[in-house]
């Protein structure tokens, strides 16, 4: 069973899984090839103790997560949409295929991301909720989280329609089916793998509900305040919520035999029927590749850490 704990994403036609070190995406191309591509983790937690503070290291590792999505989706792209050459023409190599957005694509892409999601998810509720003839404080922001989570919900189900994203979600299944299967000591093959569940309690969808729900509790000590306040409030206090939204995910992925605990939670566990489907084992396959190799390169950094100790040991 695995010590250390491993997150992944879906992406276009693959899988990004992450360890404390590295991360590594693996697509499968139109010919049918699986490739892989891995980065290092370069995390402000690993350097400055006060990173790894609880409620601000979720704030961190929410940052990091976008980022490092980001990439390997643009990683995902070129390679899901690299066609085979027609006869009498030249092949691109994997080499020539661009792996990397800049910086200044990353910030613009997070603007866009973010923006769209506090107006949809967080300032849109607000605005709504404070037209309705509403008097009590604790009634409003019990609306107000109703309505974010019923958009919420909504937003899912209707994005989970586009053909596209069946596919994104048989991967995000195939995630969360070899991630449980390590946890649980299983060997790694797509065979194993698939008889695993399509949930998993540090999923990000489930982190998403609970953002929603923690916000209600939250908000409660705002009030009602002036619609500009509101909207000020909403924004400036979701790393808080984020923040305490993470360090329940994290201590429920830990505690998994609790019983109480996995029914308090049930809620976001059930979200995730609509975020994911059951994989193919040329999918989970993509996904057990994607872990090995990060598992591989951490293993093999581990290895090369002790050997310099042991040098610096002889020598001195």
């Given at each position: ?12 036609e ?23 591509v ?31 999505g ?7 792209a ?5 066609k ?86 048989q ?146």
């Amino acid at each position: 069973m695995s010590t250390v704990s491993y997150g992944g994403q879906a992406v276009l036609e693959g899988v990004m899984m992450r360890g404390p070190a590295v991360w590594s995406v693996a697509v499968r191309k139109p010919d049918g090839e699986v490739v892989e591509v891995t980065k290092p983790v370069s995390s402000p937690m690993q350097r400055h103790r006060i990173w790894r503070l609880p409620v601000i290291r979720g704030v961190v590792a929410l940052g990091e997560s976008l980022a490092i999505g980001f990439r390997a989706l643009a990683i995902s792209a070129n390679y899901a949409v690299q066609k085979e050459p027609a006869e009498g023409e030249e092949g691109v190599a994997d080499e020539e295929i661009s792996t990397e957005i800049t910086r200044g694509q990353i910030i613009f892409s997070f603007v866009i991301a973010i923006g769209f999601a506090l107006m949809l998810f967080k300032v849109g509720p607000a605005i709504l909720t404070n037209f309705l003839p509403i008097d009590g404080t604790y009634t409003f922001v019990v609306v107000e989280g109703l309505i974010r989570v019923s958009i919420f919900i909504a937003y899912i189900v209707l994005i989970g329609l586009l053909p596209d994203l069946k596919r994104v979600f048989q991967y995000h299944g195939a995630e969360h089916k070899a991630i449980n299967a390590l946890e649980a000591g299983s060997e790694l093959t797509p065979e194993k793998v698939q008889k695993f569940s399509l949930i998993h309690p540090r999923c990000g969808t489930a982190f998403l509900l609970w953002v929603m729900v923690i916000g209600i509790f939250v908000f409660a000590f705002v009030g009602r305040p002036d619609w500009y306040w509101l909207i000020v409030s909403r924004i400036l206090l979701l790393p808080v919520i984020a923040g305490l939204a993470y360090e329940l995910i994290r201590y429920a992925g830990k505690h998994q035999d609790n019983r109480v605990l996995m029914t308090l939670l049930a809620p976001g566990l059930w979200l995730q029927r609509l975020t994911t489907r059951e994989p193919t084992l040329d999918q989970i396959e993509v996904s057990i590749r994607a872990l090995q190799e990060v598992m591989r390169v951490e293993q093999s950094e581990s290895e090369s850490e002790l050997k310099r100790e042991a040098r610096v040991e002889v020598m001195a």
